[in-house]
């Protein structure tokens, strides 16, 4: 059974930007993430928010941006709360 959609004009713009992420392994290729340099542009401050305790997809995802931020992106500095 497929659950019905309520279309919002937030679940419309969401659906307009929104670029599926398809591996979760922070070691894995960055090549889907590549959408976020766009987003970024020159931007030199990225905040990520912190994750939820005990759900280790959120943690993954997380160091998987945060490589990309580093690798692709060029960013040197990285400060943790």
Known sequence: MTAAIN????TDWLRGRATPLSR??????????????????GTRVVVLGGHSHFIGEFA???????????ERCGFTVLAFE
């Open 24 to 41: 979760l392994d922070p070691e894995a290729p960055l090549d889907d993430l590549e959408p976020l340099r766009d987003i970024l542009g």
């Open 60 to 70: 993954a995802m997380r160091r998987r941006i945060l490589r990309f931020l580093v």
């Open 7 to 10: 279309r919002t004009p937030f």
